[in-house]
C-alpha cells in the first residue's frame, strides 16, 4: 500500500496550490479518500475527505469555500484544490485513505486506514 502526495510548496496569502495523492496497492471501494493537516504544536485536523462509494464529501469548516476535493477514479489519484490560501492554512498536508467514520460530523474522515508521508505547504503572508 502506498500513497504519495505531491504539490505542496511555499506561497504567499491568496495564492492557490493544488495537491495531488496517487494510490496504489489497494482498493479504495470502501474507504474515503482524505487530507489531514498538521500545522507545528497543534492536532491533526481532517481537511477534506472524499467518499467512492457514495460521493459523499466533507470539508473541515476552516477551508469551507476556498477548498475542493475532487478525485480521478482512473488514476487512482484525489487532489486537494486549494484557493485564498491563508497563513494559518501552513501545515504539512497528508493523504490517507481512511475508513468512514459518522456521517456528518468531524469524525466522518476517520484516521483509521493508510497514510503518506505528507507534503508541506506554506503561506506566507
Known amino acids: 500500500v502506498q500513497l504519495v502526495e505531491s504539490g505542496g510548496g511555499q506561497v504567499q496569502s491568496g495564492e492557490s496550490l493544488r495537491l495531488s495523492c496517487v494510490a496504489s496497492g489497494l482498493s479504495l471501494d470502501d474507504l474515503l479518500m482524505s487530507w489531514f493537516r498538521q500545522a507545528p504544536g497543534k492536532e491533526r485536523e481532517a481537511v477534506s475527505c472524499?467518499?467512492?462509494?457514495?460521493?459523499?464529501?466533507y470539508y473541515a469548516d476552516s477551508v469551507k469555500g476556498r477548498f475542493s476535493i475532487s478525485e480521478d477514479r482512473a488514476r487512482n489519484t484525489v487532489y486537494l484544490q486549494m484557493n485564498s490560501l491563508r497563513p494559518d492554512d501552513t501545515a504539512r498536508y497528508y493523504c490517507?485513505?481512511?475508513?468512514?467514520?459518522?456521517?456528518?460530523?468531524?469524525?466522518?474522515?476517520?484516521?483509521?486506514?493508510?497514510w503518506g508521508l505528507g507534503t508541506q505547504v506554506t503561506v506566507s503572508s
Open positions: 490517507a485513505a481512511v475508513a468512514p467514520g459518522p456521517k456528518n460530523t468531524r469524525y466522518y474522515c476517520s484516521e483509521y486506514g493508510h
Open positions: 472524499i467518499s467512492r462509494r457514495d460521493g459523499t464529501i
